[in-house]
């Protein structure tokens, strides 16, 4: 079982939200060209090992680093904690339960203050900061933005052996479960949990794990994520495609997923609706249903289930990867993509009747 404090042994750090992401990738220039001249994200700084980008609402220095590396891996996912004192409280909670922790002084990151990394029990590496460089905010810059701006980073989804094991873990940071996959077993093949108040700050999802799954960013409306899609086929890259556009099930946001030049998957995320109420119920899905992942049922490509970003440790070495014991979701549903019921009783289209 994951290594979980007591309850009220040790505090958990006052996290905020999920808020940058540092990727290795293979060639600098090729990424920062999918990132910047494809996805749209602004160039915070630069140099030539390392990218630092953000989105058009955000005011800190980077959501996003992309620095330079032999092998493609995430490198660090890191959270916002609400002050300078809760970088401390991080590092309290993450010595209380055994695993390697790191202070980090202010610009160990370019743009980050103070902050901890952790590698934390399920085998990610974990940054908590709070102090940051504000950089201008580019919200209002209509003139700079295409029709596909991208706002702000919205969330990580992590694949893990262990999904129940990993939600009381994450539950134990403070994050609430807004939605779920379930088995008729009660196997929980993936759960979304949050911070924020929107639907999630981090994604579990059952596999071979730890492997990050995507990062995602917003937009605000569903035009700009159709947008991102039609840039790409009008520039002839409609390969960075691999799900989507489409309507989530759970969430309810609009979506699209793409494939960076080291295969880091990406998504493009809108309208996901409010979670701040304290009495907010949790919506759990049957992983037999087949609009839980897809609003319009449509199938979800065998490589979204099978891919996914290699992970590293606090030294830079890629982590060793644990099978998951339980059920796969793609093995345990049936028919063309293994779906086998909507949500409704009518009879399927094509399906014998
Ligand atoms: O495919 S799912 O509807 O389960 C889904 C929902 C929200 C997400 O952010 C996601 O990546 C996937
Ligand atoms: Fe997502």
Redesign the pocket.
Known sequence: PAPTPEPGAIPPPDIVRAAYAELVVTDPAASREFYVDLLGLVVTHEDEDTVYLRAFEEYLHHSLVLRRGDGAALAALAYRVRSPGEVDAAERYYRALGVPVERRAAGATRGIGPAVRVLDPLGFPLEFFYEAEHVPRLHQDYDLHGAGAIARL??F?IVVPDVARAERYYRALGFRVT?D?RGADDTLY?S?LHRKDT??DI?LTGGDGPRL??I?FSTHERGQVLHVCDLLGARRRSAHIERGPGR????N?F?V?VRDPDLHRV?I?TT?YYTGDPDHPVLS?DVRDNQ????WGNP?VPSWYAEASTVLDLNGKPQPVFAREENHEAEVTVGADGFSFARDTSPQVGSPS
């Open positions: 919205d969330h989804n939605e996959i993936a979304w639907v999630h994604a799954h995507h995602a989530h099930g759970v969430s946001a979506y997923y998504e995320y996901d899905w839980r992942r897809d609003w979800v």
